[in-house]
């Protein structure tokens, strides 16, 4: 599916940020042998991102944070 859409460029952006850090941060440096390693791994590392590594575009919080906050404000 092409990304090239209207409105797509800045989502394309960001995947790919994320897949950078995903990369640099861990794949690359556990060098995973399996799947079952890799998919591991994976949850452990988006659980560290979502809830222990403050963004600094989120003013230095964690993204679960301002997604929980903003959930109860709309609710």
Request: hydrophobic share 35%.
């Amino acid at each position: 599916m092409s990304m090239d859409g209207r409105g797509r460029a800045l989502d394309n952006a960001f995947c790919e940020r994320v897949w950078r850090y995903v990369k640099y941060e861990d794949v690359y440096l556990r060098d995973y042998i399996t799947g079952r390693d890799l998919a591991q791994g994976m949850t452990r590392y988006f659980n560290f991102y979502n809830h222990e590594h403050p963004h600094q575009s989120l003013g230095y919080t964690v993204p679960a944070a301002v997604h929980f906050q903003r959930a109860v404000l709309l609710n």
